[in-house]
């Protein structure tokens, strides 16, 4: 199967993430058995683009990891902040979902800025060009979640059109 070069390190990242890989010819060899062709030379640069590093783990081989973030970085909430203070005009709810409205071609913006912060009771993002929906995890509901980005925006409350 053929992916594209983003399919392919996110496949990479979950395997790293779901098992002991210690070798480049070992994730070829994983990329292999779910139907991906990737070269040693193409997995290499991958790593290296994903930061992966190799680390020992108790009692048995080196491993590779990817190094993520923690959770809200004091750099990536101040970044937030200013993202979402300068481009979100409208926070708008409903249930488990939290819509965001942007001046046209800025909603991507803030979705990067939500991913890489991981916000406490977000799931994920979904951006289009002035739109950008929200989905909030299980923990928390839709408004919960919209209040916390409407502070984050510094947006009033009051601006809150419907909500459940």
Excluded: F
């Amino acid at each position: 199967m053929s992916l594209s070069k983003a399919q392919r390190q996110h496949r990479i990242a979950k395997l790293i993430e779901s098992r002991a890989v210690t070798s480049q010819a070992q994730l070829v060899e994983l990329l292999a058995d779910s139907g991906v062709v990737a070269t040693q030379a193409t997995v290499s640069r991958d790593l290296e683009e994903l930061g992966a590093v190799k680390v020992r783990v108790r009692g048995g081989d080196p491993t590779y990891a990817i190094p993520e973030l923690p959770v809200e970085p004091r750099g990536h909430a101040d970044h937030l902040r200013r993202v979402m203070g300068e481009w979100v005009v409208e926070v708008e709810c409903s249930h488990n979902l939290v819509l965001l409205r942007t001046p046209p071609g800025s909603a991507h913006v803030v979705a990067s800025a939500l991913d890489r912060t991981g916000l406490d009771g977000m799931i994920g993002t979904v951006a289009g060009d002035d739109t950008l929906l929200v989905v909030a995890a299980e923990t928390t509901t839709g408004r919960a979640l919209a209040a916390r980005l409407r502070e984050l925006a510094g947006l009033d409350a009051r601006s809150e059109r419907t909500g459940s």
